[in-house]
């Protein structure tokens, strides 16, 4: 009996999409939370390349929802424990791993021949720039987002619109895992979406996830979702996500991580570039000078 003889019965995919499947070449920025389910169901379903790109080590707190993990990996980095874990559930699938912090630039040549980025980050600043970059390049994106007992899981660019046409702006009070908390069943939950969605676009079926998002609260035992296919894009993309190499001596730079952040004053045509860890608080600061009227903004997040 083939390994994929459950999913081949499906009229929808049979040997056909299989080999599509096997065919495909794809990007998985992100081996943490979401990672940890959604890697074992792309490789379990016979994808035929996969880049997994994640700067961490595993550390004991992971463990509860990072089930692809164990204590003996504490210290070891995800993306390479990840890949020997893949391979050993099906050789048939060729891995990558990527030990690297992506920011626009590498995440550039990390999606070079990919055909499908999912985006699994921890980080607004690489999720917004994989938007922007997926988005010139018309390769579809599946983002997922998950905290506390919430999320959501959406189809991006190729034929739909970018993140930035969705989530134009971010709201004022966002958290994180770290700091707010999450539990395991709510991320594998939308990590599982993300997972079918990717797949979905894959075998071309219809109706198509990009231009889809898809809404989980467990907290209120509530499932939603919208289409966004007329969402229009910004007249423009601010603010800029850059690379932390790519400021310049004219730039003002504002590293929002020092304590206190010097407030900018710019000359009228400087760019501001504004620098924290994960990209919110830089890009907070950069709307706000937006708004005040100095438009030549940027920010940089180290990534994830």
């Known amino acids: 009996m083939s390994r994929y003889d459950r999913q081949t019965r499906l009229p929808e995919l049979g040997e056909a999409g299989q080999a599509r499947l096997a065919a495909a070449r794809m990007l998985v920025v992100g081996a943490g939370g979401l990672g940890a389910t959604l890697l074992p ?7 035929g390349f996969l880049r997994v790109a994640d700067p961490d080590v595993v550390e004991e707190s992971n463990l509860h929802r990072q089930t692809l993990f164990r204590m003996s990996d504490i210290g070891r980095p995800k993306a390479l424990v990840a890949t020997e874990t893949l391979a050993a559930l099906n050789p048939d699938c060729e891995l990558s791993p990527l030990v690297a912090r992506l920011d626009p630039i590498s995440a550039r040549a990390a ?14 600043a690489v999720s917004y720039a994989l938007s922007d970059l997926c988005q010139d390049s018309g390769t579809p994106l599946i983002s997922a987002s998950v905290l506390a007992r919430q999320g959501y899981a959406g189809g991006f660019c190729g034929t739909a619109p970018s993140l930035r046409a969705v989530f134009p702006d971010l709201p004022a009070q966002l958290g994180s895992c770290a700091s707010n908390g999450v539990m395991g069943p709510v991320v594998a939950t939308v ?7 990717a797949l979905s676009v894959l075998l071309g079926h219809a109706p198509s996830p990009l231009g889809q998002l898809l809404t989980v609260d467990l907290a209120t035992w509530r499932l939603g979702g919208f289409r966004f296919d007329a969402a229009e894009e910004p007249e423009q993309r601010a603010p800029a996500i850059l690379a932390p190499y790519e400021t310049g001596a004219r730039d003002l730079v504002i590293d929002l991580r020092s304590d206190p952040a010097p407030a900018p004053d710019p000359a009228p045509d400087q760019r501001v570039v504004f620098v924290c860890a994960s990209g919110l608080r830089a890009w907070r600061a950069a709307q706000a000078l937006r708004g005040a009227g100095h438009p030549h903004v940027a920010i940089v997040g180290e990534g994830t």
Not at 111 to 124: E, I, K, P, R
Not at 191 to 197: E, H, N, P, T, V
């Open 111 to 124: 999606m070079a021949g990919v055909d499908l980025v999912v985006d699994a980050a921890d980080s607004f």
């Open 191 to 197: 990590a599982a979406l993300q997972a079918q969605m």
């Open 41 to 47: 169901q792309l490789v379990g379903a016979g994808i």
